[in-house]
């Protein structure tokens, strides 16, 4: 039985007693991608564990002009997701539920931040970080799930669970495809078929861009370039390759090659990880 709960006080009583606790932050319209991290949440803890799903719009993530008001809101398709998928508890927690004040104190992602998404939606990664932060504690898990489609998010979450002590641990899961190599997104929706076409352009620029790794970065990078160049309908923020816990330098093995672009008004990201050769 999936239990759906609203406010805080009934999360902490339905959860009152479980054993081991693993969570799934999400904001929602949920597909394939989100049924992943769930599957990869029961097989750590079992079927005496307990499996909690958030489903939150965070307002505190949306940069003035972002989609926030449009962004799907779709809870009881959501929960028949859940249902299936096994779920123990669903948490839907208004904003007002989350923030009953404006938040004066908020977590401050550092320099990584900054950089990719963080460049192109200032203050968004404060914004994700922030509510994670309390959704942990107010869900108070052992493990969390986190997909690698949000590489950048993952590794700032992962950093934060380290950093601050949370006593955490941070599970990243594999992107989730279509058959011809989309990520699963929920922005997805908001693309028409002709945009869904284009949009492949950016699983085909990192497919290619990884090819090239034993010829080393700049051949990655050019490759990619190429094949974002070649696409019409597509308009590029970022294709570029970071290093370990997202550090600038990529050179030293296993590096991720991250992409973000436009399609129509829909913003889109992605990555791959790409095994650089001696010639990075
Ligand atoms: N295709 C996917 N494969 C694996 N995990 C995913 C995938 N898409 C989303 N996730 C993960 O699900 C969690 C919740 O993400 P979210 O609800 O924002 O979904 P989303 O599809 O990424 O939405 P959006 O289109 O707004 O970016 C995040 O940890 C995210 O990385
Ligand atoms: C982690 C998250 C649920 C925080 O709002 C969001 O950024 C997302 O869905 O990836
Ligand atoms: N999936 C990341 C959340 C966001 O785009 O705001």
């Not at 942990?136 to 669970?161: C, H, I, Y």
């Not at 989730?176 to 929920?186: F, H, K, Q, T, W």
């Not at 284009?198 to 010829?215: C, N, W």
């Not at 990655?220 to 370039?225: E, F, N, P």
Request: charged share 20%; with cysteine.
């Amino acid at each position: 039985m999936t239990a759906l709960v609203h406010e805080t006080a009934a999360l902490r009583t339905s959860l009152e007693g479980r054993g081991p606790l693993a969570v799934v932050m999400t904001m929602g319209a949920l597909h394939a991608g989100h049924a992943a991290l769930v599957r990869a949440a029961r097989a750590r803890v079992g079927d005496t564990g307990t499996v909690v799903v958030t489903v939150f719009v965070n307002p505190l993530q949306f940069g003035p002009g972002e989609d926030f008001e449009r962004y799907p809101r779709t809870l009881d398709d959501d929960l028949e997701v859940c249902r299936r998928e096994g779920v123990d508890v669903v948490f839907a927690p208004s904003a007002a539920e989350v923030y009953p004040r404006e938040p004066v104190v908020r977590v401050d992602p550092g320099p990584p931040g900054s950089d990719l998404e963080g460049a192109s939606r200032p203050g968004h990664f404060a914004g994700v970080l922030t509510v994670v932060l309390k959704l942990m504690n107010l869900v108070r898990p052992q493990l969390a799930f986190f997909g690698e489609k949000d590489w950048q998010q993952l590794s700032l979450v992962t950093a934060m669970a380290t950093d601050l002590s949370l006593g955490v641990e941070v599970v990243g899961v594999p992107t989730v495809r279509e058959p011809d190599g989309l990520a699963l997104s929920s922005r997805n929706r908001y693309l028409s078929a002709d945009e869904r076409a284009a949009a492949l352009a950016l699983s085909r620029a990192l497919q290619a861009g990884a090819a090239q790794g034993a010829r080393g970065s700049e051949a990655v990078l050019a490759a990619g370039r190429e094949v974002l160049a070649g696409a019409s309908g597509v308009r590029v923020d970022y294709l570029e390759l970071r290093g370990p816990g997202f550090s600038a330098d990529p050179r030293g093995g296993e590096a991720r090659l991250l992409v973000a672009a436009r399609v129509g008004t829909t913003r889109l990201i992605d990555n791959v990880p790409v095994r650089l050769g001696s010639a990075a």
